[in-house]
């Protein structure tokens, strides 16, 4: 069974710039990168040199510092990211019945039934199988 590596949380502030990287427990040690996607860089060499530990020993997880207005417009995407999962279920759902409905109850072909509902012929195939499996 492995060990489970140390985590270090980074603190990322933008100054002039720059981020500014300090690690919870380091008071006083800094870093800095120009661009976030660099800033777990910098701050597992800073680590490394201050723990005498090679740089790939450990994990670091960097928290950029948001504003609220930028926390809530981030909360909004995964919101709406959940409600697009919510609706892509309910169309595929929807979808079934009615290419059941026009497939088996109107006895129309797939390609009707594709046709009408402004989907491909293949996709009705799909959906109508998915209703016979279940």
């Known amino acids: 069974m492995r060990t489970p590596r140390k985590l270090y949380t980074g603190r990322a ?38 723990l005498d ?35 892509k279920v309910q169309i595929t759902r929807r979808q079934r019945e009615a290419a059941a409905l026009l497939v088996k109850g109107e006895g129309l072909t797939i390609r009707d039934a594709g046709a009408i509902m402004g989907i491909s012929y293949q996709r009705i195939a799909q959906l109508t199988a998915a209703t016979k499996e279940q």
């Not at 502030?13 to 919870?24: E, L």
């Not at 020993?57 to 417009?73: G, K, M, N, W, Y």
């Open 53 to 87: 530990k090679a740089p790939d020993s450990f994990d670091v997880e960097i928290v950029p510092d948001l504003t609220d207005p930028e926390r809530l417009a981030l909360e909004g995407i995964d919101e709406a990211k959940a409600n697009y999962e919510l609706a």
């Open 13 to 50: 502030i933008r100054a002039d710039g720059w981020w500014a990287i300090s690690i919870a427990g380091f008071p006083g040690a800094h870093t800095q990168a120009r661009r976030l996607d660099k800033a777990e860089s910098s701050a597992r060499d800073m680590l490394s040199l201050l």
